[in-house]
């Protein structure tokens, strides 16, 4: 195997350097990954493309970028106990300590331990790379039915969705309106879609994203973000609103209108990260019984859920990646991703570059 790889690193001016460096060992506990597929997330272009903007769990460490990593295993460390030379992975993107009370909880996007919770692509080397060193502990099998790009798409978005979509629970009888329909408000409109909701309205301030959204079948109605919106869906829902909302904008004024577009009773979850938002707690949700759920990425026992899920619902990540990248290319996916002109943008390797 080679003794050097490319991999991508973001300076924080809107530009990506593709550097020269050394394939990793493995450890103990650690495996090396081919990369396949790795898709890029708008947390990178928000707190690391234009400017170094995150702290704490979304502070860059000037690593290899790429938080969204599915790969086969061509290396396998000592000490390793389930996965093997071979299996095609997903990687949840956050390795934590394993011992504090959230990384037992398997939500390791939350662990409390300052020296050992690191991100991939944040904190530790990302998947914008030719091979990527993952500890075993952080692996998700990928079954056969999915491809690797249906995976990346599983290591951030969409199981960041189907955490969001359970805590509120979606059935039959839901209208769901879901406010920005960039790749996770997407995401959020194929899972709801899949958990049987009636109707999918969605709204967004990008035309493209509203043609998408429409060409994909994904929203049954879509709505130009603005002031009209509330109305639009008490119009559209015979006068009393949707029974669940999902933000997925972080805009303030479409955050405001997803609790006010939902019904008495209904449910509200934030998926969106970033800004601000003002509402009237007693006219907007108190005397309306409404909650609002905040939702940060997901658990590792529920992603393996997801998966399994995705394969029962033949449903297909993928299908929302609308433009494919060599590593060669990266600069062009992280300046296209930006634009917000696509659906998602990955990168890809060996027979995901199609
Ligand atoms: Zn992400
Ligand atoms: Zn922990």
Not at 220 to 246: C, F, H, K, Y
Request: charged share 20%; glycine share 12%.
């Amino acid at each position: 195997m080679a003794q050097s790889m490319r991999g991508a690193y973001l300076p924080g001016n809107s530009t990506v350097e593709l550097r020269e460096v050394a394939v990793p060992e493995v450890g103990h506990g650690e495996v090396l990954l081919r990369m396949k597929a790795s898709t890029i997330c708008g947390s990178d272009i928000r707190c690391i493309y234009h400017e170094h903007l995150g702290k704490g769990p979304e502070g860059y460490q000037g690593l290899i970028a790429g938080h969204e990593p599915a790969g086969q295993i061509v290396r396998v460390g000592p000490g390793c106990r389930r996965f093997q030379e071979g299996d095609r992975v997903i990687v949840y993107h956050i390795s934590g300590c394993g011992v504090c009370n959230d990384c037992r909880r398997g939500y390791m996007i939350s662990c409390t331990s300052q020296k050992y919770r690191r991100a991939y692509g944040w904190q530790r080397d990302g998947g914008m790379a030719d091979y990527l060193l993952a500890e075993e502990k952080d692996l998700v099998a990928l079954p056969n039915e999915l491809t690797y790009a249906d995976g990346a798409q599983v290591a951030c978005g969409f199981g960041t969705v189907y955490e969001g979509l359970q805590k509120i629970g979606i059935c039959g009888d839901h209208d769901v309106f879901i406010t920005g329909l960039g790749p996770v408000g997407l995401a959020t409109a194929a899972l709801a879609r899949k958990m049987g909701a009636r109707r999918i309205i969605g709204s967004d301030i990008i035309p493209k994203r509203l043609e998408i959204a429409r060409e994909l079948d994904l929203c049954d109605i879509v709505l130009a973000s603005g002031p009209d919106n509330v109305s639009q869906v008490l119009d559209l829902t015979g006068g009393l609103g949707v029974e669940r909302a999902v933000d997925c904008s972080a805009n303030d004024s479409a955050r405001a209108t997803a609790i006010r577009a939902t019904r008495k009773w209904g449910r509200i979850v934030f998926l969106g990260e970033g800004g601000r938002v003002e509402f009237n707690p007693s006219p907007d949700i108190i005397h309306d019984q409404k909650t609002i759920y905040g939702s940060w990425v997901t658990s590792i026992w529920l992603m393996e859920e997801l998966v399994d899920r995705l394969v029962r619902w033949n449903l297909h990540p993928a299908g929302l990646i609308t433009h494919r990248f060599a590593l060669d290319t990266v600069s062009q996916a992280y300046s296209l991703m930006s634009s917000g002109q696509c659906g998602k943008v990955a990168v890809c390797f060996d027979e995901e570059l199609i």
